[in-house]
């Protein structure tokens, strides 16, 4: 009975100390992982400070920007017309179909619109963008990185912040804003395609609460949101193409990590752009 | 010139350079030789600044440069046309707007001085026919050589080739060692250029350093470093992959 406590104490204690050094463990490799992240949002700022220095005190380089605007803005369009128009299609038959039980149809013409223009537009369309620029972006710089061409730019006394960054950072932020406004619009008249002539919602009643309803205010603060959606997608897509490790496997891993990153960027800083914006721009 | 002091550096907590001292005459061409994986390429990135030293300086022409920021660096590197192993043309640009990149940042020459130039530096590598097209389109010889032409267009005062003749064929090879020649002949240049292909070391070089467990091992003459007995070096130019000594050749050798 006694060797029986003496073995199950000491069990107990191997228990204990197995246990303790796996939540040792567990602490360290948490506190490797913030610190690696703090890290990275550090080099991240500081990648910014030096795009915006470099837009402010270097000549404009057009020829590049506006090449990246067609690429990301013009290039983008049918993506995000798709996206806008589909999205009110099928939003304007959601609220018709709830609204309708409680005779509230021609709410259906605000409700799109107002949507459309304060969330679902600038969020939609920065990840529509996310999604097909932001790894276009990565995945360029990333290679280039793995190949020596980043290298080999620097050697020939060009920043590659100064030629690759800024082009992309200026055609996201003048971009991302005309293909919000672009969704806004298709997603709108699509609802309202939907909403009058398949839902059966009265025309003049539809329109009239539209407009009544939805401000510039809205269209505004839509916008204003989607500038600083572009700057996180350039930001983000930059950085993971720069930082990118060697290898296909690193390029790869870039592109991935900037398409979540940004994506997750775009939806939490929609919340908090949303509660400033609803005090400086109020509904 | 180029003065190398004391160089350190490490990647990760494996050191790799441990103290190399050299010095780069003006007009010479020195050839850096040493195994895969020794630091060479390490060693050629730390001369036009690409790579900061954990220790040591880089002189280049007075001027210490590990204290300059990118900027300062700038007037630095224009000195300097680099040849990388792979090439590193830029994809998105064909042959002629890759060679003209360095002449159109420096926003000094009218488009139709860039274009002579150009076209000039494509004729000597023989690529003028193939100057509208992307480097994916190119054999490695050919990427090779355009990228020799970028090197060389903006008349630098130093080139360093990584690598140079490092997966082509003996005839091309030959072919990329003539134009090295050439181009140091044409352009009076400074040349470092590190390799492990022992024909192309004794065809360039003036002088050739041995790169070996960090530290500049050997240097010494084409010549002189044929007649080595020293065994490290022997085992590097003969390819043998173990260490003979003058004496134990034959006999017995030692790992």
């Keep these: ?283 | 010139m180029i003065q190398i002091q004391d160089l350190h550096k490490s990647f990760d907590g494996a050191e790799v350079l441990r103290g190399v001292d050299f010095e780069i005459h003006d007009g010479e061409t020195l050839v850096i030789i040493g195994r895969s994986g020794g630091g060479k390429s390490v060693l050629l990135k730390h001369l036009c600044g690409l790579l900061r030293p954990d220790a040591g300086r880089v002189i280049v022409d007075g001027v210490d440069i590990d204290p300059l920021s990118e900027s300062e660096l700038t007037p630095i590197r224009k000195k300097f046309g680099v040849l990388f192993q792979g090439g590193a043309l830029f994809d998105s640009m064909t042959v002629f707007e890759n060679v003209a990149f360095p002449l159109r940042e420096e926003r000094k020459l009218e488009e139709p001085e860039i274009t002579r130039r150009v076209e000039q530096a494509l004729t000597v590598v023989d690529l003028l026919k193939a100057k509208d097209k992307k480097p994916a389109e190119l054999s490695g010889g050919m990427r090779k050589r355009a990228a020799l032409a970028r090197a060389c267009v903006a008349n630098p005062k130093y080139i360093l080739y990584d690598e140079p003749t490092t997966g082509l064929d003996p005839v091309l090879a030959d072919h990329i060692n003539d134009l090295v020649l050439q181009t140091r002949d044409q352009l009076h240049v400074t040349s470092l250029a590190v390799t492990h292909d022992m024909t192309s070391a004794y065809k360039i070089a003036d002088r050739i350093a041995m790169l070996h467990d960090g530290r500049i091992h050997a240097v010494g003459t084409p010549k002189e470093i044929q007649a080595t007995t020293d065994p490290i070096v022997r085992q590097f130019i003969m390819g043998t992959a173990e260490i003979q000594t003058e004496v134990q050749r034959g006999t017995e050798t030692v790992s």
């Design chain 1, 1 to 283: 009975m006694r060797d029986v406590c003496v073995y199950g104490g000491l069990a107990t204690v191997w228990a204990l100390s197995y246990a303790a050094r796996g939540i040792m463990e567990t602490v360290q490799r948490f506190r490797q992982f913030v610190i690696g992240q703090l890290n990275q949002l550090g080099s991240m700022l500081l990648l910014l400070l030096d795009i915006f220095k470099t837009t402010f005190s270097k000549r404009p380089r057009w020829r590049e920007t506006v090449d990246q605007m067609y690429k990301i803005g013009w290039q983008s369009q049918a993506v995000v017309v798709v996206t806008g128009a589909f999205t009110g299609m099928v939003f304007a038959v959601q609220t018709y179909l709830q609204f309708h039980k409680v005779k509230m149809d021609t709410a259906v013409g605000p409700v799109v619109s107002v949507a459309m223009t304060r969330e679902l537009g600038p969020v939609l369309t920065a990840l529509m963008v996310a999604g097909r620029v932001g790894a276009a972006i990565a995945a360029e710089l990333g290679t280039m990185k793995v190949t020596e061409q980043l290298d080999s730019m620097r050697s020939m006394g060009t920043a590659p912040v100064d030629y690759l960054a800024v082009p992309r950072f200026i055609a996201l932020m003048v971009g991302l804003p005309l293909l919000t406004a672009e969704a806004m619009f298709f997603g709108i008249f699509s609802g309202y395609f939907v909403g009058v002539h398949m839902c059966g919602i009265d025309q003049a009643y539809f329109l009239n609460h539209m407009y009544q309803f939805t401000s510039a205010k809205d269209v505004a603060s839509g916008l204003i949101k989607s500038v600083f959606f572009g700057m996180f997608i350039a930001l983000i897509s930059t950085y993971k193409g720069f930082n990118a490790a060697e290898g296909a496997e690193g390029v790869g891993r870039a592109t991935t990590e900037a398409v979540v990153v940004s994506s997750l960027t775009v939806l939490i800083a929609n919340f908090f752009l949303t509660v400033v914006f609803s005090k400086i721009i109020p509904v």
